[in-house]
């Protein structure tokens, strides 16, 4: 499984069907009964050794569409290992083209597509490689090894979600602030003094300044300053240090505690950065609201002693990014982005901890954004052009692939001459995302057409090759040439 979903399976196993499995820290525990691991760890040099000498009764893959690639160490290390059953489990199995369907199956039966050669001819369109040229035959073949259940099947339903955004004044000294990191950014002397590492610098500048002056300010003070000794970006530097160090009132955190006051409601709030986490910590602390605090630096035991305590008596978890992958917080109903990651997916991850099974309230997602900033152009790009708050679980990541929204912003951000021309820019770009949301829908109609009335037990056509009998899609397991 993902390194973010190790823990959950672990403890949904014991909850669920009464078993302990156990996740090996060292090569020796890998002989454990039941062991749940991520493949990255099993991938390391001592722990697929003594993995590739045991013999598995059953190997389970979740999140196998990431085995889609047949030259990857991914697909290599479940493709050797010696096993009687494989279970493969994915919510998209075909996100690009049929090859990637076609790496899956073969691990789970090799020659059930045939060969590689003989499955272009007969399937795809050569002018599109999302196209089928014979849907209903190879729906047929993946019947013997596929079971294919839609949330319209089996009546799985998720609560609605609502996005409300409470647009927040900077305070005067937060506004110095701004203006003078953005200025920088842009400047000939930033490009000069961090040209090795320019991208990466300006990115966390422009980050930091919207989620907290705090956070701004120890990387001014320990990253920015030793790299400027003298000059302009000195000067700057300076400059930009000792805004920092005024700002003494902070605009959105003002605004969160009034509403923390006037909502007894527990409410995750997230952020991405530790040092904006310690400042929220200290307001809520004098607002008199109870809290805890989840971060990545936390042991298991800690992390799980902080969700013990907001599912009891504290109203609100300040979580950092580590809280947005693998941990199930559908008790609450409610989140408060207090900064925006420039990254969607980490948005929807976010929303993922209380918008999952289990959650039996309408899910509400309050965004703070600072007025006149990026975060403006930032929010209206996931909401009016990607529509991320209203999307289906799960579909964001099928939308975007490949795409590296990060990067494209920090390009057009670089390339425009002030905000206003990053906001026009930005809603170009979103046109951009919109029609790989046409993509998407286009997909899923593919999707549709070939594993609609995919399902266990009918007959498919003998592959060239006789291999065992499979049971559903937990295939008796055998190694891919």
Same mark, same amino acid.
């Given at each position: 499984?993902?390194?973010?979903?190790?823990?959950?399976?672990?403890?949904?196993?014991?909850?669920?069907?009464?078993?302990?499995?156990?996740?090996?820290?060292?090569?020796?525990?890998?002989?454990?009964?039941?062991?749940?691991?991520?493949?990255?760890?099993?991938?390391?040099?001592?722990?697929?050794?003594?993995?590739?000498?045991?013999?598995?009764?059953?190997?389970?893959?979740?999140?196998?569409?990431?085995?889609?690639?047949?030259?990857?160490?991914?697909?290599?290390?479940?493709?050797?290992?010696?096993?009687?059953?494989?279970?493969?489990?994915?919510?998209?199995?075909?996100?690009?083209?049929?090859?990637?369907?076609?790496?899956?199956?073969?691990?789970?039966?090799?020659?059930?597509?045939?060969?590689?050669?003989?499955?272009?001819?007969?399937?795809?369109?050569?002018?599109?490689?999302?196209?089928?040229?014979?849907?209903?035959?190879?729906?047929?073949?993946?019947?013997?090894?596929?079971?294919?259940?839609?949330?319209?099947?089996?009546?799985?339903?998720?609560?609605?979600?609502?996005?409300?955004?409470?647009?927040?004044?900077?305070?005067?000294?937060?506004?110095?602030?701004?203006?003078?990191?953005?200025?920088?950014?842009?400047?000939?002397?930033?490009?000069?003094?961090?040209?090795?590492?320019?991208?990466?610098?300006?990115?966390?500048? $422009?980050?930091? &300044? @919207?989620?907290?002056?705090?956070?701004?300010?120890?990387?001014?003070? +320990? *990253?920015? /300053?030793?790299? #400027?000794?003298?000059?302009?970006?000195?000067?700057?530097?300076?400059?930009?240090?000792?805004?920092?160090?005024?700002?003494?009132?902070?605009?959105?955190?003002?605004?969160?505690?009034?509403?923390?006051?006037?909502?007894?409601?527990?409410?995750?709030?997230?952020?991405?950065?530790?040092?904006?986490?310690?400042?929220?910590?200290?307001?809520?602390? $004098?607002?008199? &609201? @109870?809290?805890?605090?989840?971060?990545?630096?936390?042991?298991?035991? +800690? *992390?799980? /002693?902080?969700? #013990?305590?907001?599912?009891?008596?504290?109203?609100?978890?300040?979580?950092?990014?580590?809280?947005?992958?693998?941990?199930?917080?559908?008790?609450?109903?409610?989140?408060?982005?207090?900064?925006?990651?420039?990254?969607?997916?980490?948005?929807?991850?976010?929303?993922?901890?209380?918008?999952?099974?289990?959650?039996?309230?309408?899910?509400?997602?309050?965004?703070?954004?600072?007025?006149?900033?990026?975060?403006?152009?930032?929010?209206?790009?996931?909401?009016?052009?990607?529509?991320?708050?209203?999307?289906?679980?799960?579909?964001?990541?099928?939308?975007?692939?490949?795409?590296?929204?990060?990067?494209?912003?920090?390009?057009?951000?670089?390339?425009?001459?002030?905000?206003?021309?990053?906001?026009?820019?930005?809603?170009?770009?979103?046109?951009?995302?919109?029609?790989?949301?046409?993509?998407?829908?286009?997909?899923?109609?593919?999707?549709?057409?070939?594993?609609?009335?995919?399902?266990?037990?009918?007959?498919?056509?003998?592959?060239?090759?006789?291999?065992?009998?499979?049971?559903?899609?937990?295939?008796?397991?055998?190694?891919?040439?």
């Amino acid at each position: 499984a993902p390194a973010s979903l190790v823990s959950q399976w672990r403890d949904e196993m014991e909850t669920k069907f009464d078993l302990e499995f156990h996740i090996p820290t060292d090569a020796s525990e890998w002989s454990k009964r039941l062991v749940v691991a991520s493949i990255d760890s099993a991938k390391g040099a001592r722990n697929q050794q003594a993995l590739l000498k045991m013999q598995h009764e059953l190997v389970i893959v979740d999140e196998a569409h990431n085995l889609k690639n047949h030259r990857t160490q991914n697909w290599k290390l479940v493709n050797a290992l010696r096993k009687k059953f494989l279970l493969l489990l994915s919510a998209t199995p075909i996100q690009n083209d049929l090859i990637e369907l076609f790496n899956m199956i073969t691990l789970l039966r090799p020659g059930q597509l045939f060969t590689l050669g003989q499955f272009k001819d007969a399937f795809l369109d050569p002018k599109d490689p999302r196209k089928c040229k014979d849907p209903e035959r190879l729906k047929l073949l993946l019947k013997a090894v596929m079971v294919r259940n839609r949330r319209t099947e089996v009546g799985i339903q998720f609560v609605p979600r609502r996005a409300a955004t409470v647009n927040v004044d900077l305070e005067p000294e937060e506004r110095r602030v701004y203006d003078l990191a953005t200025r920088f950014v842009r400047s000939p002397e930033f490009a000069q003094v961090y040209e090795d590492n320019a991208r990466l610098v300006a990115m966390a500048i $422009l980050k930091q &300044v @919207s989620s907290s002056v705090q956070s701004l300010a120890f990387t001014v003070d +320990e *990253k920015l /300053a030793p790299r #400027a000794k003298d000059g302009p970006a000195a000067k700057a530097i300076a400059e930009l240090r000792d805004a920092c160090h005024a700002v003494k009132k902070v605009g959105k955190a003002e605004r969160l505690c009034d509403q923390l006051r006037q909502d007894a409601e527990k409410c995750i709030v997230f952020t991405q950065y530790r040092r904006t986490q310690t400042m929220l910590e200290e307001r809520l602390k $004098l607002a008199d &609201v @109870s809290f805890v605090s989840f971060h990545g630096e936390m042991s298991r035991p +800690e *992390k799980d /002693a902080a969700v #013990a305590a907001f599912r009891s008596d504290r109203r609100v978890l300040i979580a950092t990014e580590s809280a947005g992958q693998g941990v199930n917080l559908q008790h609450c109903r409610r989140i408060v982005n207090y900064d925006l990651p420039w990254n969607p997916m980490r948005v929807e991850q976010r929303i993922g901890r209380v918008h999952r099974l289990g959650q039996t309230q309408e899910v509400q997602v309050v965004n703070l954004i600072a007025k006149d900033t990026l975060e403006v152009a930032l929010l209206d790009l996931l909401d009016r052009k990607i529509e991320l708050f209203r999307l289906i679980v799960g579909e964001l990541d099928m939308i975007l692939g490949r795409t590296r929204v990060e990067d494209d912003l920090l390009d057009i951000y670089l390339g425009s001459k002030n905000d206003d021309e990053f906001k026009k820019r930005v809603d170009k770009y979103g046109d951009d995302l919109v029609a790989l949301r046409k993509d998407y829908e286009a997909a899923k109609a593919l999707d549709a057409r070939v594993l609609d009335g995919v399902g266990g037990g009918g007959k498919a056509p003998a592959p060239p090759t006789p291999t065992p009998a499979l049971v559903v899609a937990a295939a008796p397991a055998k190694k891919a040439p």
